[in-house]
């Protein structure tokens, strides 16, 4: 089973590939959607639709997993989190992916075993589950956890379940 | 010239198409989105982008206005909005439509020449300016409006100017 996770940020959205094989996880391919800056917000908005589709297009996942975006610093923050949450989730449910929404809490408990785990904790446990040489930037592992919190969910390993909405 | 006006929202995102040939203002269609409630939050998305893509296709308008979104009732609800209103972008951004967004406060300003008009009198000026027999309901009023203000500016009639990012 190969899933895609995404980290959605309106000028960062980082994602990752991991594929699971009996009971061994695999980092298929993983990296950010940066959109250059000074480029007007909707541009962002379609940059981020276009790149992920082509990713998915490319690896073809069958599932989508993304965090739910319960923190925000202010209504400001939200409303640029939500369009660009809203158009990568798109590009999912326009190539027919299923999505699954999980609070960043249950990610952290499903990979650290902790939901209160610090950054550097998910970023080390993601090198440790995918044999990797380094702990990935930061929104690449957070987009390859939440891959892997959903990879738990389907083998019957994690105790948390995913939601379809906000 | 012909624009599609948008007021997005998660439940219901109104749509209004308004042609200008010569000095004179046409409704050319308008309607709403509404999702059925009950589907999942993600499911809805895709209804709005999906059903809106249909209407571009249509009536192939060359532009796309849409009401800024200040306001909020809270971090939660600027969530859902920003979603809603991502995805009705990227229903125009991939049909190619240029993208302006005005404030609450500027369309009523280029309607009914006071930022702080109230609702019946947005609905009442749509009605007015379009030859209409009703006035429109809310969600449809206000796409229109904000599509007879983008007009207004392209004409030079109005004072205020489309921006193109949050």
């Known amino acids: 089973m190969r899933i895609i996770g995404i980290d959605p940020g309106s000028k960062v959205t980082g994602y990752g590939i991991v594929e699971q094989m ?3 996880l695999r980092h298929v391919a993983s990296g950010r959607v940066v959109s250059p800056s000074g480029i007007p917000f909707h541009d962002r908005l379609k940059n981020i639709y276009t790149e992920l589709g082509k990713v998915i297009a490319c690896h073809a996942p069958e599932a989508m997993a ?3 975006l319960f923190i925000a610093r202010n209504v400001q923050s939200a409303l640029k989190l939500g369009h660009a949450r809203g158009v ?7 190539a027919e992916l299923v999505i699954a929404e999980y609070s960043p809490m249950e990610v952290k408990k499903a990979l650290v075993g902790y939901g209160r ?3 550097e904790q998910v970023q080390e446990m993601v090198r ?9 930037e930061s929104n690449t592992a957070d987009a390859l956890a939440v891959a892997i919190c959903h990879l738990h969910w389907c ?3 994690g105790k948390v379940s995913p939601r379809s909405s906000l």
């Open 88 to 94: 990568a989730m798109l590009a999912g449910l326009n």
């Open 128 to 136: 440790i589950l995918l044999s990797l040489a380094e702990p990935p």
């Open 117 to 119: 785990a610090q950054k």
């Open 66 to 68: 993304v965090e739910d």
């Open 155 to 157: 083998q019957g390993v």
């Open 22 to 24: 009996k009971h061994q």
